[in-house]
């Protein structure tokens, strides 16, 4: 059977809907999950293959959208038993080697269980979040002041400070998450205890233009500015990252933000 894991490292419940790619299938509503969640294709009276296609998350009123896609050795497994039969024919033609061909449809039925194993291809998602003076980091400035781990130990770079916010959300301000920054995607910053900078860090694999040379951040409907900094880090999984501050003072209100082409 064909099963689906999602993890959040920010929300602990929401809402699904599923499209699977199969045209012969409509949109299945998921109803109310709790992450971690396992989408079982065969509790929505749907095929136990059924497993590729669009996953749209709604979490605190943010949306999230997940594309599964099969491993390509699955397309591969799914042919091998018709070989399979075809040498089994074959043998009762060969007396001599009967006895090999009956092994086949074995390893046939094997390759059967392959798409078990199908993940979730990992993607990497963009962060935005208000955070600092009044809580850790304790820095209003990422890039240049001296930021706290929630061991009160001082992070010897922002890459340490960065995954240290996602490992101990409830010692930081609300994180928020897009699985991408396209023409007209609109999110909302979340408000902060006392007055910061609001920030967006950015894997380099989403292939945006340098948003302190060229303008596509509006901020509460202003029009589109460019940041006024950057920071390059790596993270632990290897993923290079930009983060961004925007060009705003030190507020502590929430804001909207829309990113424009």
């Not at 040498?87 to 059967?112: K, L, V």
């Not at 699985?179 to 007055?195: C, D, G, H, Q, Y």
Request: with cysteine; charged share 15%; hydrophobic share 35%.
């Amino acid at each position: 059977m064909a099963t689906v894991l999602f993890t959040s490292n920010n929300y602990s419940s929401g809402t699904a809907v599923f499209t699977p790619s199969d045209s012969n299938y409509t949109e299945t509503n998921l109803g109310s999950i709790a992450f971690p969640y396992t989408f079982d294709p065969t509790q929505f009276g749907l095929p136990q293959d059924i497993i590729e296609g669009n996953f749209v998350f709604t979490t605190s009123g943010c949306v999230f959208t997940k594309t599964v896609a099969r491993l390509a050795t699955t397309t591969l497994a799914t042919t091998q038993p018709t070989s399979a039969t075809t040498q089994a024919t074959a043998a009762t033609t060969q007396p001599t080697n009967a006895t090999a061909a009956t092994t086949q449809p074995t390893s046939a039925t094997a390759a059967t269980t392959q798409p078990t194993t199908t993940e979730a291809p990992v993607s990497e998602e963009i962060y935005y979040f208000h955070l600092g003076a009044d809580g850790y980091p304790y820095a209003q400035d990422l890039i240049n002041e001296e930021l706290f781990k929630a061991d009160n130990s001082i992070a010897t770079n922002y890459t340490e400070s960065f995954e240290d916010m996602l490992d101990n959300p409830s010692k930081y301000e609300p994180v928020g998450t897009l699985p991408a920054l396209e023409n007209k995607t609109m999110f909302t910053m979340p408000a902060s205890v006392t007055s910061n900078f609001y920030w967006i860090a950015v894997p380099v694999t989403a292939g945006l233009p340098d948003l302190t040379e060229e303008p596509h951040l509006e901020l509460d409907g202003a029009p589109a500015d460019v940041a006024k900094a950057k920071l390059e880090f790596t993270r632990k999984t290897g993923a290079e990252y930009i983060l961004y501050q925007m060009n705003t003072i030190p507020l502590n209100k929430q804001a909207d933000v829309k990113y424009v082409n």
